[in-house]
């Protein structure tokens, strides 16, 4: 399976943005898609996932301002975020998770990384 991010760009605190992740070739060969971030000078860290069952899991730094839904008619996963902060800048990335359920937060659990998006926020 090959993914493709996009959707980042320059925004403004408090405002909102959606990121896509397009997925083609064999999705049916993942458990389930997650978004991952890394800002500079830090270590790239777990945003939010979806599992092939529909369960989502997100970073408690996230939680109720990001929501990560899927299209399977257009193999695309998308992160609505809102309420974005100046600490939401990074780049991000989306995977396929190959791993089980209690690694779904965990970055060697994904694999067939896209390019990232970069998502900046200004205060």
């Known amino acids: 399976v090959q993914l493709q991010a996009s959707g980042g760009g320059l925004v403004q605190a408090e405002d909102s943005l959606r990121l896509s992740c397009a997925a083609s070739?064999?999705?049916?060969?993942?458990?389930?898609i997650g978004w991952f971030r890394q800002a500079p000078g830090k270590e790239r860290e777990f945003v939010a996932a979806?599992?092939?069952?529909?369960?989502?899991y997100y970073a408690d730094s996230v939680k109720g301002r990001f929501t990560i839904s899927r299209d399977n008619a257009k193999n695309t996963v998308y992160l609505q975020m809102n309420n974005l902060k100046p600490e939401d800048t990074a780049v991000y990335y989306c995977?396929?998770?190959?791993?089980?359920?209690?690694?779904?937060?965990?970055?060697?659990?994904?694999?067939?990384w896209g390019p990232g998006t970069l998502v900046t926020v200004s205060s």
């Open positions: 070739g064999r999705t049916s060969s993942t458990n389930g």
């Open positions: 979806i599992r092939y069952n529909g369960y989502t």
């Open positions: 995977a396929a998770h190959r791993g089980i359920l209690s690694t779904v937060r965990v970055d060697s659990s994904y694999g067939n």
